[in-house]
């Protein structure tokens, strides 16, 4: 009653976003959902009473005045719905309950890498003493196979397992992807780790869910794939192009197409089921002359889209973009298209409601920012020049919703991937044919399970992905293809959004004040730029990441960054612990030295064991020097101690004179012990590495 037009969602949105924001950060207690329900019904109450006495109180006098109370009303009743879907909220999750033994099923498609099993299980029961409670809440298990499954168990298959679990661990190194919150995000907060003769495999029937049997189907469409695609990234590339399976994709596929900046066709999403779409508008535009026949040409159109989205395994950018297509294909069929962002917004705020947690989901930030992007800057953009031939005009077009999304997103990607592709435009006019084709042969493959027509649509598929993925290499390989950055804070892209805003009401509207607001917005930009690069320039400091069981220091000087690691730089442990902080900090000179190996350059020496930075002296204590007898003493700053070597502090500290003890986590457990008893008797301070953040250690100048 207090909303007016044709864009209601647009109004209830922002207060849902809000609202729903608000509640992820707030403790997810009953006192605090009774709370913020008591708060909900009584801005509800007096909304109410404004509306009895809108007259006698003269409030059209404050016409603000009953909106922004319902506002209010959107943000608490939202922020109510955020606390009660936290995974953690129920009584009955399985971490609030001792039990011995815990019944899970299977949630998601097992995966398996290098003897490692990996899925999601739901928690149904625990065995508490001789009886069976109901449990609730979701883990991720990790299973060592020891021959105790026979096969990989599928979806839905029921296990009984110890019930041993813990929370899932914090990233320790700076920018590392935050795995935890990832997980969180998906409604898991513990993970259990096991070999496979430790869990028991029961016989039960599963509980059928059509979550269940979407993965069932899909994970037998992607075996049709690998037996007709014989190239395995080729087949790897059908499987996620078009069933949104990503499990088989090469580090080399993603990055290419990551770098090249159409990593977008990887994740079955908007322009996926909008080539469906258009498919089916094609085949059936002959229903669209009559209002009825319409209604039914929606119908069958929304039916298919949904099958498609179920052959996709239900992915949660496939639903997203279902429902978002669904909502713009009825508002159409009942001729109430007047406002395309509204449809959008109506889908944003069903599927938050649905899911408050797609909020934080990058996909869902990526993809409604994209088809904003698209509805509001693709046909100014595309007025701007006109092509009087058909294929120039099509060029056109196409590079327009290329620039369109691209405006959109490109501050939230910086934020997310720290890279800017160059190159972005003519990679993804490269791909579009070839990868709409590649698309309606997939859906074709799919939808005829005949042997001959899937053994030329296979040999079709192969060939046309391969000849893709051959052009996007090239690309990636071109100078600059892949621009990277400083990373900043969040508040520094939602500024470059804040500027944005003021250019296009600044054109849109002639308003010469938000001109001068996006130069404002430049210069405080350029500011922070500024600021940081001096901060950098002047900053020197250690850092010893911590990668588990191996060795990572990192001594960094203004722009240049030295690297001691006995880790390849291509492999996984480096790149999701180490790279990301080169990365972030956009170091010009990064060098890469073997551990043990010795050094000698301005700034930095090194005899494989003691190093010298910028006046700050660290000694790499290991079992190299067992045995060792010292005839003098050595001062350092700090002491660190790694793989196991056979020492005593008291013995050690006669002959190393040091600020700070480091014991790395590549030491066994009983040695960490011994040395943490030692050093809290020798009142040394100390800083152990295992299960603890890596350590920054700052040299003033």
Request: net charge positive; glycine share 6%; charged share 15%.
């Amino acid at each position: 009653m207090f909303f007016k037009g044709d864009v209601i969602f647009l109004r209830i949105l922002l207060p849902a976003i809000a609202g729903i924001y608000t509640g992820l950060h707030l403790p997810a207690s009953a006192f605090v959902v009774y709370f913020l329900m008591a708060a909900s019904l009584f801005v509800l109450a007096g909304l109410l009473v404004l509306h009895l006495r809108y007259l006698q109180d003269k409030l059209y006098l404050h016409r603000w005045l009953p909106g922004f109370i319902s506002q209010i009303f959107l943000f608490l009743a939202f922020c109510t719905i955020a606390v009660t879907h936290h995974p953690l909220y129920p009584d009955n999750h399985f971490s609030k309950c001792k039990t011995e033994a815990l019944l899970v099923q299977i949630s998601s498609e097992p995966r398996l890498s290098n003897k490692t099993i990996r899925f999601e299980a739901n928690v149904e029961q625990g065995l508490s003493g001789d009886r069976l409670v109901p449990l609730c809440g979701k883990m991720l298990l990790v299973v060592y196979s020891d021959e105790g499954f026979p096969s990989i168990p599928d979806a839905g298959s029921r296990l009984m397992i110890p019930a041993v679990y813990k929370e899932t661990e914090p990233p320790l190194n700076p920018y590392e992807f935050n795995y935890r919150q990832y997980l969180s995000d998906q409604g898991i907060c513990h993970q259990s780790f096991f070999y496979s003769s430790q869990l028991q495999l029961l016989n039960t029937p599963a509980k059928k869910s059509i979550n269940l049997f979407a993965l069932s189907l899909r994970k037998q469409m992607v075996a049709r794939f690998r037996k007709y695609i014989k190239d395995e990234d080729a087949s790897a590339i059908a499987s996620t192009l078009i069933l949104g399976y990503k499990a088989s994709l090469s580090t080399d596929v993603i990055t290419a197409y990551s770098v090249t900046g159409v990593m977008h066709v990887l994740s079955v999403s908007g322009m996926h089921v909008a080539l469906v779409m258009t498919m089916l508008m094609y085949l059936l535009r002959f229903m669209g002359r009559n209002g009825k026949l319409r209604i039914v040409q929606a119908l069958i159109i929304i039916i298919i889209i949904w099958f498609y989205t179920l052959l996709t395994g239900l992915s949660p950018a496939a639903c997203r973009a279902a429902v978002m297509i669904s909502f713009v294909i009825t508002g159409k069929a009942l001729n109430r298209d007047s406002n395309m962002f509204n449809s959008i917004a109506a889908s944003a705020v069903l599927l938050l409601i649905y899911h408050p947690y797609f909020l934080k989901d990058i996909g869902f930030q990526l993809s409604y920012l994209a088809v904003a992007g698209l509805v509001y800057f693709y046909p100014r953009i595309y007025r701007l020049i006109t092509i009087g031939n058909w294929p120039g005009d099509k060029i056109w077009g196409y590079t327009s919703l290329s620039l369109s999304a691209q405006i959109a997103t490109f501050p939230l990607s910086l934020y997310y991937f720290n890279q800017f592709p160059l190159y972005f435009l003519f990679s993804n006019l490269f791909i579009v044919l070839p990868v709409t084709l590649i698309m309606y042969a997939g859906i074709a493959f799919l939808l005829l399970p005949f042997d001959p027509v899937s053994k030329a649509l296979g040999w079709f598929l192969s060939r046309g992905i391969l000849w893709v993925n051959k052009g996007l290499f090239y690309i990636e390989d071109l100078p600059y293809s892949g621009v990277h950055g400083a990373k900043f804070g969040l508040w520094y892209y939602l500024l470059i959004y804040t500027g944005m805003l003021f250019l296009t009401i600044a054109f849109q509207y002639k308003r010469k004040s938000f001109f001068y607001g996006t130069l404002a917005v430049l210069f405080l930009l350029t500011l922070v730029n500024s600021f940081r690069s001096f901060s950098q320039y002047h900053r020197k400091e250690i850092l010893l990441f911590n990668v588990r069981k191996n060795t990572a220091i990192g001594f960094f000087n203004g722009c240049k960054a030295n690297i001691i690691t006995n880790l390849d730089e291509k492999s996984k442990a480096f790149s999701y612990s180490v790279s990301p902080f080169i990365s972030a900090q956009n170091y010009s000179t990064v060098k890469f030295y073997p551990s043990g190996q010795p050094i000698s350059h301005t700034g930095l020496y090194s005899d494989g064991h003691f190093y010298e930075f910028e006046g700050r002296r660290l000694l790499l204590y290991d079992p190299s020097f067992n045995g060792k007898d010292y005839t003098g003493s050595i001062t350092v700053h700090y002491l660190l101690i790694n793989g196991n070597p056979q020492i005593r502090l008291e013995k050690l500290s006669r002959y190393v004179k040091f600020d700070l003890l480091l014991i790395s986590n590549n030491n066994s457990d009983y040695h960490i012990r011994s040395w943490l008893e030692e050093a809290r008797k020798l009142r040394i301070k100390y800083y152990l590495l295992k299960n603890s953040p890596a350590v920054q250690l700052s040299i003033a100048p």
